[in-house]
């Protein structure tokens, strides 16, 4: 409904913003929230820094080792079909499998249906690849972009 309502349908950032909002993502920004030191707002605030201000230029600027890794955890989670919830739900369906469908669920049908489990290796193998070139790549923008927050 998020992304529906924020017109992000058939976007890259339809697959990437629903991955950041989570719970564990949620305690994680509030704790980084949490360590931003009082006096900078306070001293900010003292120099007649207005609210948007103390955000753009203190808030955020405290955060962003913490938005960056996060958004590399959600790159890295793109490639992660919610195997309970597709299985759950679809089954054997032939009417909701066609549009259901994900990689997750190809793997395990593949490999409990016909036995092929150098097909379901492949398949799995392929996942893996994609998502760890896809991480790497967003890695390497962020080195350019600022290489103190890169992941390696």
Do not use: H
């Amino acid at each position: 409904m998020i992304v529906r309502n924020l017109n992000l349908i058939d976007t890259m950032w339809a697959l990437i913003i629903p991955g950041t909002v989570s719970v564990y993502n949620i305690i994680v920004m509030r704790t980084s929230f949490a360590a931003i030191p009082d006096a900078l707002t306070e001293a900010a605030k003292i120099d007649g820094a207005n609210i948007w201000q103390r955000i753009f230029r203190i808030t955020i600027p405290c955060l962003k080792p913490t938005i960056i890794i996060m958004v590399l955890l959600a790159v890295g989670g793109i490639f992660r079909g919610d195997f309970g919830m597709f299985y759950q739900l679809v089954r054997d369906n032939q009417i909701l499998l066609q549009t259901s469908d994900v990689l997750d669920t190809f793997v395990y049908r593949s490999m409990m249906s016909t036995s092929n489990m150098g097909m379901s290796a492949a398949a799995g193998l392929y996942q893996s690849v994609l998502c760890f070139f896809t991480i790497n790549l967003v890695n390497f923008i962020v080195k350019k972009v600022d290489p103190d927050y890169s992941l390696y």
